[in-house]
Each structure stands twice: as C-alpha cells, then as structure tokens.
C-alpha cells in the first residue's frame, strides 16, 4: 500500500529574482536620481524626493537593467539612461495625481495634497527636463527617439483617457488602446533601450520591446482590477478610486455589457458621478463578482504575460531571462 502523494504548494512568483538581479546596477541608477533630483529651489528635491523614496517598485528602471543583462552588456550608460525613465515615471504620476485629486500615493499623502496643484505640476515639468537631460547626455539619437516617442504618447494616453472618463460606452478595444499609450509604452521603451546601448540585432531589440509592452498592458489590467479586489492598505491608494472618477476601465466594462437593463442603469449612473458612496460602490463590486469581470480581466493579463514571456525565449537561458519572466508572472499574481 503506497502513501498518498501530497503535491507540494506552488511557490508564488515574487520580484525577489528581478531584485537581486539589478541590485548593483539600482544602486548606480539611484546615485543618479538623488544627484538630479537636486536643485537651488528647496522645494523642488522636497516635493520630488516625498514620492521617489515612497517605496515604488522601480519597475520600470529595473526592465532598463534586467534588459541590459540579459543581452550581456558590460558598459554603464544605462544606469543614466534608466535614471531618465524613472523620471518620466515620477513626472507623469504627479501630473495624474494633480488630473485625478488623488489624496494617497503608495499609501501616503499624494503630493498635490501636501504642497498644492501648481507647485506639482511644476516639479513634474522639472523632472520631465532631467530626463532629457540624462537622455541628450547620452548622445544616441535613437535612444532619444525612443524615450522622446514614448513620452508623447504617455501624454496622448492621459488625455484618450481623460475624453473617455464618465463615458459609457467606452469599447474594450478604445481602453486597451488606452493603456497600451499611457502604461505600456513606458515599459516597452524602457526595456527596448537595453539592446539600442548594447547595439543588438533588430530581432533582439524587437523581442525586448514587445516583452515591456505586453508587460506594461498586463501590469495595467491587474492594476485596474485591484482597484476592485483590494483594500486601500494594499494598494496604497483609496480604494474606488477609480470608480469615483468615472474611470472606465475593463472590470466595469465587462460588468456593464454582461448586465441586465436595470444594472446597466446603475452603471450609467455610476459612471456620470450620481452614484458615488461607499454604499454604491460596494454594489459594483458585487456586481463584478456576479459577472466574473475580475477573473476575465486577470485572464487577459495573463494572456499578454504569456505574449511577453515568449518575447524574450528568443534569448539563451540565463538568470536574467529567468528573473524577467518571474517578473512578468508576478504582474499577474500580485495583489498590490
């Protein structure tokens, strides 16, 4: 008589490999954004250092790194280069903030609640001007392309999602579109620019962007549902967020297009703000839960994890191969 098999517990996929992978290299890229972070106006290092050291993830920096290994290249300009992306990063999140009247970032006070719209908005104008600065040091003219590119349609990503806030009707394909803009695209460019320093084939340099995009557009979706399936503790930031704002992202979509008249009704109203308590808010969550919204949205960030985790098997085996494609799996699993 044999004993019966007890499978072991699937181990979670953490960040943990990714971390340890670009530690060096964060220490450099860290050097960097403290030194140009810098400025004769007190308030400027003030307001900037309150949400670069607010415990991010430095994803996007860190793709910059990983890339960088996983290509085997041996020099530094990456390091400023990956610095330039975590700029753009900080930029556009306290220009969202001061466009949402977000109250928390990362579980702390946003910035706009502590020092003012005007003078966030104008901190996020100066580390847009750092970042050109990293960049232009550089001297790559592609590289410059690349992150200028990417920066423009971050922009043209807000305002899309900004014409399509309170709007019903807001189509599946017009809000992939929209954080194909304003999310992916930061991280297609940030992983691309690891192969342009390491002057790789375009095969390789192609294979590193579309695992940063299908990265960046898995992140959002999982992003989206939290907002849903989480408490503020986790997220750091107020749960329904999103919800208030009249955000149309595909947890409601699939909600409101599974529904019947009368739940339609009330995301309607929802959506055009006359629906807003706490006591509403609990109903779209149940709402969502009944139409299996958050499960198909994770489903379809596991789909562009998957795309991305192919995207790079083009590369030989290697830790940093390994570390990315934990990464990618994390975006999905991960529940802040």
Not at 164 to 172: L, N, V
Request: aromatic letters at 6%; a negative charge.
């Amino acid at each position: 008589m044999t004993a019966d098999v007890v499978p072991l517990p699937r181990k979670q996929p953490t960040l943990d490999p990714m971390l340890a992978l670009t530690a060096n290299g964060m220490n450099s890229v860290n050097s960097v954004i403290l030194d140009r972070m810098q400025s004769e106006i007190p308030l400027i290092p003030r307001l900037a250092g309150h949400l670069i050291s607010g415990g991010g993830k430095r994803l996007r920096p860190m793709l910059t790194l990983a890339g960088a290994e996983l290509v085997g290249y041996q020099g530094t300009r990456h390091h400023k280069l990956a610095a330039a992306v975590e700029f753009i990063h900080t930029a556009t999140l306290l220009h969202d903030d001061v466009v949402d009247g977000s109250e928390l970032r990362r579980g702390k006070a946003a910035a706009n609640i502590i020092f003012g719209n005007p003078a966030t908005v104008l901190v996020g104008d100066f580390l847009f001007s750092r970042a050109f600065e990293l960049m232009t040091e550089d001297g790559s003219l592609k590289v410059l392309k690349i992150l200028s590119q990417a920066s423009a349609v971050i922009a043209e990503g807000e305002v899309s999602q900004l014409t399509a806030q309170r709007q019903i009707e807001t189509s599946e394909e017009r809000y992939l579109h929209i954080i194909g803009a304003k999310t992916a695209a930061l991280f297609a460019a940030a992983s691309q620019i690891s192969a342009v320093v390491a002057e790789c084939s375009e095969e390789q340099e192609r294979a590193l962007e579309d695992y940063g995009r299908n990265l960046g557009i898995a992140f959002q979706l999982v992003d989206d549902a939290i907002d849903y399936d989480s408490d503020a503790a986790q997220m750091g930031k107020d749960q329904g967020d999103d919800f208030r704002e009249g955000k149309m992202t595909l947890p409601v979509i699939l909600a409101h297009a599974r529904g019947d008249a009368d739940e339609r009704k009330f995301w309607k109203d929802a959506i055009l703000g006359h629906r807003s308590s706490d006591r509403d808010f609990a109903h779209a969550i149940s709402l969502i839960e009944k139409h299996n919204a958050l499960n198909d949205t994770r489903d379809r960030a596991r789909h562009f994890v998957s795309r991305a985790i192919d995207a790079i098997s083009i590369f030989p085996d290697s830790k940093a191969r390994a570390a990315m494609t934990e990464a990618a799996q994390f975006a999905v699993a991960r529940e802040y």
